[in-house]
């Protein structure tokens, strides 16, 4: 149980161009999903908490015109990099946690790797 | 400020020598403290949960315990594939949701 999965796992896009990266909880329902980023042997970076039917809150220093973020429903939540640079090229994950007030972990998808020419 | 250190930062074992990784916190109000497992290039693995002191929880050659102010990964008689680097996080009453993570303990084990 508590599966999350993200699709793509790798990507390479040209500089400039938008990246689209799916995040679904695939057995059980999530109010509340995270993203984040992970640079080579660092620890994870919150991005942005995804809350389903309202709009995300972004941590202090995240571009929320960038990195766009939609959860449009309980099962998926989808990260957009908008004009994608070099610099942008980065470990993605997603985590999610289940619905239900008993329910304080978060479980994580396996990760999209973008690389950005 | 919530924080979380983990020591230390890198550990080598030989298979079967047993040791134990630490998680030091400060938390308002804490809600739970969490182990998870990360293999390269791949996202965490959910191990343990933890929300009291005095806690314990173990899995095949993993034990969790939980202090009021640290948390101990004891691994006993490892083997090559336990090597991974292992994160902890907490998550308090003064953030929604969010879990305040660690900069993990990578761990490698010899055969």
């Known amino acids: ?117 | 400020e919530d924080q979380v250190t983990q020591s230390p930062e890198a550990l080598r074992l030989q298979e079967g020598e047993s040791s134990s990784l630490n998680c030091s916190y400060t938390v308002s109000g804490l809600r739970g403290l969490f182990w998870y497992r990360q293999d390269p290039g791949k996202g965490p693995e959910f191990l343990f949960t933890l929300y009291s002191a005095g806690e314990e929880k173990e899995k095949e050659r993993l034990k969790a315990t939980l202090t009021k102010k640290e948390s101990f990964l004891h691994i006993t008689a490892p083997k090559p594939e336990d090597s991974a680097t292992y994160l902890c996080a907490v998550l308090g009453s003064s953030n929604t949701g969010k879990l305040i993570f660690g900069q993990g303990t990578t761990l490698q084990v010899k055969p």
Not at chain 1, 87 to 102: H, K, N, Q, T, V
Request: some cysteine; charged content about 15%.
């Open chain 1, 1 to 117: 149980g508590a599966v999350v999965s993200q699709h793509p796992s790798r990507v390479i896009c040209k500089s400039g161009t938008s990246v689209k990266i799916e995040c679904r909880s695939l057995d059980f329902q999530a109010t509340t999903m995270f993203w984040y980023r992970q640079f080579p042997k660092q620890s994870l970076m919150l991005m942005a908490t995804s809350n389903e039917g309202s709009k995300a809150t972004y941590e202090q220093g995240v571009e929320k015109d960038k990195f766009l973020i939609n959860h449009a429903s309980l099962t998926l939540s989808t990260l957009t990099v908008t004009s994608a640079h070099p610099e942008d090229s980065s470990f993605y994950i997603c985590s999610a946690r289940p619905a239900g007030l008993s329910y304080n972990e978060q479980f994580f998808g396996p990760g999209t790797r973008l690389t950005v020419l």
